[in-house]
C-alpha cells in the first residue's frame, strides 16, 4: 500500500479509540469550536509544527525556532506555545522519506511545511490530499479565524489562484513574498568578474556574449587564468532555470511565454538553446569555461576570473585574497547586441505554492481553529514590522520619514567567533521570516554600497515575458493525470543538454535529441500549460 494510503487507514482506525492519542501535541483541553474568540486564550494550548528546514537558516543565531524572541512574545500574547519537530535527513530524498514515515505512522504534528521535497498523493489532483484524509480544507477556518489573511486576498486576488484548489479547497495557507513587484524584484546574485583583471587588460565589463568571448579568452591567453569562467549548479543545464547567458536568446529551457504571440512554449527544442549549447559547447571545448563548483579559496584567488555569485562574495571576498589588488565586480545578465533587455529571467513566484514554505493542517490537528487564528498572526502590518525589525525601541528606531535604524541591541551583537556581526545580530534579535511582504532587511541593513550596487546591476533583467508561476495555474483532473504521465522527456532531456555543452553528445545529434523530445511527449505538456493559461488570462 502507498505510504500516504496507508497514513489515511491509520489515521481513521486511530480515531476510533482516542482523538488524544494521535499525536504527541495534542491537547487535553476541550477542542475549540470554529467561532470568534479571543487571544490569550483561557487555556494554555500546545502546538506541534513540522518545519521542514533546520535552523541554520537563521544563521544559527539561535538554537530552536521556540526561543525566537519573536516567538516568546507570541505565546505571551496568544496562551499558544508552538513546538517545532525539525528533520533530520540532509538530502531532499530523506527529507521527503521523513515526512512520508511521519504520515504513514500517524503521528503527525498539527501543521506542516512540507518543503521542496515533491509530495505526491494517489489521486491526480493536489484535492487528493484531502480526500485522503492527509490534511484538512480550510475554507470554514480560514473564513472565521484569518481576517488579516482575507484583508490580503481581498487586496491581490493573485493569492486566491495560489490557494484555491481545482474543486475549490483551500489546503494550505502561503507565505507571501514579493506579491507587490514580484516580476521585478531586487536580484542579490548574478554574474561577478575580477574588475583588477580587467583593468589590467584594459577592458570594460563585458555586455554582449561577445565581449564575454573576448574578455575570457584574454583572462586565458594574457593572464593565464586557469578557470576563465566557472559554470557550476548556478549556470550549467540542467539547473539552467538559474543561468545567466541562456536569457540572451531570448528565452528559458524550460516552459516560457513568447510573448508576441502570446503562446506557451517550451525551451529545450527551440532554435535558442541549440545556439546557446553551441556557445558553451565551444568556450568549454576552447577551456575559456569549466564546469565546476568554487570553493571559497577558489574565489578568493586568481585562478577564476568569473562565476555565478552574490553579493556576500562582493563585500567579503576581497578581505580574503592574497593578492592586494583583488577587485570583485558584478556583470550585468548578457546580452547578444547592446542595448537589448533581457525579460526572460526566471520566474519568481509571488507566493509560497503547494510545495513550498506554505502551512497545511494535518487531518488530526488537535485544535484547527486556534491554529488558524494564531497563524493569521503573521499576516498582520504589526507582525509584519516586529518579525522584521523587532521591537520599536528595543530593537529599532523610526524617524519621521519611516525610515528604520537598529539599536546597539541588534548591531552589538557578536557571532560565535567574537566578531561583531550585524547580519547575526538581525537573525538573533529580530529578523524572523515574515509571512507577508518580505522585507529587504539584509539588503539595507547589511550591505555595503558596493554589494547593494551589485544587486542593481544584477536587477536590470525581469521576468515581464516569463511564463507565470506554476502555482498561479489551475489544472482539470484529466490534464493533472496527463502531466502525472508525461516525465519521459524529462528524463531524455536531463543528460542530453549537459551533454551537449561538455561534449559528450555530439552537436549532430541535436535533431534527435528534439525528436525523442516529442516522442516523450512534450508536445502534449506545452497544450496542457497552454490550456491553463488560457484559463489564467480569463479568469
Known amino acids: 500500500m502507498h505510504a500516504l494510503k496507508r497514513a489515511a487507514a491509520l489515521f481513521s482506525a486511530a480515531a476510533t479509540v482516542c482523538a488524544v492519542a494521535l499525536m504527541a501535541g495534542c491537547n487535553s483541553t476541550q477542542v475549540q469550536e470554529n467561532v ?15 518545519y521542514g528546514y533546520d535552523d541554520t537558516y537563521f544563521a544559527g543565531a539561535f538554537t530552536t525556532l521556540e526561543e525566537h524572541p519573536y516567538m516568546k512574545r507570541m505565546e505571551e500574547r496568544t496562551n499558544v506555545h508552538m513546538s517545532f519537530r525539525r528533520p533530520t535527513a540532509d538530502t531532499l530524498d530523506g527529507l521527503r522519506g521523513e515526512l512520508e514515515s511521519m504520515m504513514a505512522s500517524g503521528d503527525m504534528t498539527d501543521l506542516v511545511t512540507q518543503g521542496y521535497f515533491g509530495l505526491t498523493f494517489e489521486g491526480n ?7 485522503e484524509e492527509i490534511y484538512l480544507a480550510l475554507n470554514d477556518y480560514v473564513d472565521v479565524q484569518m481576517p488579516n489573511f482575507n484583508a490580503l486576498r481581498e487586496q491581490y486576488s493573485m493569492i486566491d489562484r495560489v490557494i484555491m484548489t481545482s474543486q475549490n479547497n483551500i489546503l494550505f495557507i502561503p507565505k507571501i513574498s514579493n506579491i507587490e513587484n514580484y516580476q521585478n524584484s531586487l536580484q542579490t546574485s548574478g554574474l561577478v568578474i575580477r574588475g583588477d583583471f580587467l583593468d589590467e587588460l584594459q577592458l570594460d565589463v563585458p555586455v554582449t556574449v561577445d565581449d564575454w568571448y573576448n574578455v575570457l579568452t584574454q583572462f586565458k591567453v594574457q593572464l593565464g587564468v586557469e578557470i576563465p569562467l566557472a559554470i557550476g549548479s548556478l549556470i550549467y543545464a540542467p539547473s539552467m532555470s538559474n543561468d545567466v547567458f541562456i536569457t540572451c536568446y531570448g528565452q528559458r529551457y524550460e516552459l516560457y511565454l513568447d510573448s508576441e504571440t502570446g503562446k506557451v512554449k517550451y525551451g529545450a527544442i527551440e532554435d535558442g538553446v541549440r545556439q546557446y549549447v553551441t556557445m558553451m559547447n565551444r568556450w568549454i571545448s576552447e577551456g575559456l569555461a569549466v564546469t565546476t563548483d568554487l570553493t571559497a579559496e577558489q574565489r578568493a584567488s586568481d585562478s577564476v576570473g568569473a562565476w555565478g555569485g552574490n553579493a ?9 585574497a592574497l593578492n592586494s589588488q583583488y577587485e570583485l565586480v558584478a556583470a550585468p545578465d548578457p546580452v547578444l547586441n547592446e542595448g537589448d533587455k533581457i525579460t526572460h529571467r526566471s520566474s519568481i513566484v509571488p507566493t509560497g505554492g503547494a510545495t513550498s514554505e506554505s502551512v497545511y493542517f494535518a487531518w488530526e490537528c488537535s485544535q484547527p481553529a486556534i491554529a488558524a487564528k494564531w497563524l493569521d498572526q503573521f499576516f498582520s502590518e504589526e507582525a509584519y514590522m516586529e518579525t522584521s525589525y523587532g521591537v520599536e525601541g528595543e530593537d529599532y528606531t523610526l524617524d519621521s520619514d519611516g525610515n528604520v535604524t537598529f539599536t546597539e541591541k541588534v548591531t552589538g551583537v557578536t557571532d560565535p567567533s567574537g566578531k561583531a556581526n550585524i547580519r547575526y545580530g538581525i537573525a538573533q534579535n529580530a529578523f524572523l521570516d515574515s509571512f507577508w511582504h518580505d522585507p529587504d532587511v539584509i539588503i539595507d541593513h547589511v550591505y555595503n554600497d558596493e554589494a547593494k550596487a551589485a544587486c542593481q546591476v544584477w536587477s536590470q533583467s525581469t521576468s515581464e515575458d516569463s511564463l507565470v508561476p506554476g502555482e498561479l495555474l489551475q489544472f482539470t483532473d484529466e490534464e493533472s493525470e ?9 528524463n531524455i532531456q536531463q543528460g542530453n543538454l549537459k551533454g551537449f555543452m561538455n561534449g559528450d553528445k555530439d552537436l549532430s545529434e541535436w535533431d534527435d535529441f528534439v525528436s525523442d523530445m516529442k516522442e ?3 508536445d502534449e505538456y506545452v497544450a496542457v500549460y497552454q490550456s491553463a493559461y488560457d484559463r489564467y488570462l480569463n479568469s
Open 36 to 50: 470568534t474568540f479571543e487571544f490569550p486564550y483561557p487555556e494554555h494550548i500546545e502546538l506541534t509544527w513540522w
Open 125 to 131: 489532483t493536489i484535492d487528493s490530499a484531502i480526500e
Open 312 to 320: 556576500d562574495d562582493i563585500m567579503n571576498l576581497k578581505s580574503q
Open 482 to 490: 496527463l502531466l502525472a504521465q508525461l516525465d519521459s522527456f524529462w
Open 520 to 522: 516523450g511527449g512534450i
